[in-house]
C-alpha cells in the first residue's frame, strides 16, 4: 500500500538545516509552528524543499523588518495607541 510519498521530493532536517542554514533545532520549531511544510515518517521528518525556500526567501525579502512585531500583516496596534 502507498500513498504516494517520494522521499527524493522531500529533505531530511539535516539535508533542510544544510541546505537553508538553519539549525535542525529551530527547522523543527518551524515545523510545529507550521511555518514549514514537512511529513514525518517513523522518527524522521521530511521538510518540504519549496516551503523551505520560500520561507527563507521571506525572512530575507523582510529584512531586519521581521523583527518589527507592528510590520504590516504581522499584527495591527491597538486604536488609539501612538
Known amino acids: ?3 504516494g510519498f517520494n522521499p527524493t521530493e522531500w529533505l ?3 539535508e533542510a538545516a544544510d541546505v537553508s542554514g538553519y539549525n535542525v533545532r529551530y527547522l523543527r520549531q518551524l515545523i ?6 514537512a511529513i514525518k515518517r517513523s522518527r524522521i521528518f521530511f521538510v518540504d524543499r519549496d516551503s523551505l ?4 526567501a521571506e525572512m ?3 529584512g ?3 523583527h518589527d512585531p507592528w510590520r504590516i500583516g504581522a499584527r ?3 486604536t488609539g495607541a501612538e
Do not use: C, F, V, W
Open 32 to 37: 510545529n509552528e507550521g511555518k514549514i511544510r
Open 76 to 78: 495591527q496596534r491597538p
Open 53 to 56: 525556500l520560500a520561507y527563507a
Open 60 to 62: 530575507n525579502r523582510l
Open 64 to 66: 531586519s523588518a521581521k
Open 1 to 3: 500500500m502507498t500513498d
Open 12 to 14: 531530511t532536517t539535516e
